[in-house]
């Protein structure tokens, strides 16, 4: 689902949450796969709908973020080592010695990067957001916008209904 962001609503009243969700289906109505909205009533976990399409997206961005973080990291290496060479403490270290821990060194550097940058915190903090809102109570509308074409619309629509509005992207 890469480009996907998640717009909620929150709201105090089923009815104000439901006449949110009509308003939205019906802009969206033309606009076929452009978004998917749900309600979520009081009490109810947020529940992230996947499918195995998502699973296969997750797993190639999980790769993609490695290998760019990887591959920055080792050139960062790389660079440490040819810099290091100039520096009169480190110039005392065998070459390959030195060579060796760098690369190494900017490569773990790098992947772990590459996964803290797949984590995407905000995402979690949308969640745990979700689920607070839920406790205490108030209804959600929950939008899901994998076209840019539904973005003004879903926005629009929440911001004026909405007691509070907030997003992050989705994954």
């Known amino acids: 689902m890469n480009g996907q962001r998640m717009y909620v609503g929150v709201y105090e009243t089923a009815a104000r949450a439901h006449d949110a969700l009509r308003r939205i289906q019906s802009d969206l109505a033309r606009l076929p796969q452009a978004a998917r909205v749900e309600l979520l009533s009081p009490g109810r976990a947020p529940q992230r709908l996947e499918d195995a399409s998502d699973h296969r997206e997750a797993a190639a961005s999980l790769v993609r973020c490695h290998l760019v973080g990887g591959g920055l990291g080792l050139v960062a290496g790389m660079l440490l080592a040819a810099l290091a060479r100039n520096n009169a403490v480190l110039a005392n270290l065998p070459p390959a010695s030195l060579w060796t821990a760098s690369i190494w060194f900017g490569l773990a550097l790098g992947l772990m990067a590459g996964g803290a940058w797949f984590l995407r915190p905000r995402a979690g903090l949308l969640w ?16 899901t916008i994998s076209q840019p074409s539904a973005l003004l619309p879903v ?3 929440l911001r004026a209904t909405a007691r509070d509005t907030f997003t992050a992207p989705g994954r």
């Open 128 to 143: 745990s957001r979700m689920r607070d809102e839920s406790r205490a109570g108030h209804w959600q509308v929950v939008a």
């Open 155 to 157: 926005q629009a629509v």
